[in-house]
């Protein structure tokens, strides 16, 4: 049984880091393209990053550039979620993501076959 698992979230003041890790049993993530996706309260999941499974290409949200850096260590089976200078406005349940897609079509949910519960990131002003 393949399952997907966030962890890292938490609260923090604007401003502040959080490191997002997002770990798989039954799922070998190498062979995997991963994302991150957020849903805010009151709107719809949106894409955030993702991360090509060489590590090579990694897409990210223009509202995040600059700030959010993803990663992975394929030893490990773990993608990472950087996230610096947060904003208020980033608070939501993060979702990560395993799908085999073509990076041009990482931004889209439905290209993901696998996901996590999610972890909440909440952003004090």
């Known amino acids: 049984q393949v399952q997907l698992v966030e962890s890292g979230g938490g609260l923090v003041q604007a401003g502040g880091s959080l490191r997002l890790s997002c770990g798989s049993s039954?799922?070998?993530?190498?062979?995997?393209?991963v994302g991150w996706f957020r849903q805010a309260p009151g709107k719809e999941r949106e894409f955030v990053a993702a991360?090509?499974?060489?590590?090579?290409?990694?897409p990210y949200a223009d509202s995040v550039k600059g700030r959010f850096t993803i990663s992975r260590d394929n030893a490990k089976n773990t993608v990472y979620l950087q996230m610096n200078s947060l904003k208020p406005e980033d608070t939501a349940v993060y979702y990560c993501?395993?799908?085999?897609?073509?990076?041009?079509?990482?931004?889209?949910?439905?290209?993901?076959?696998?996901w996590g519960q999610g972890t909440q990131v909440t952003v004090s002003s």
């Open positions: 991360i090509s499974q060489s590590g090579g290409r990694t």
């Open positions: 993501a395993a799908g085999v897609t073509a990076q041009a079509e990482a931004v889209y949910q439905y290209k993901y076959n696998y």
């Open positions: 039954g799922l070998t993530f190498s062979g995997y393209v």
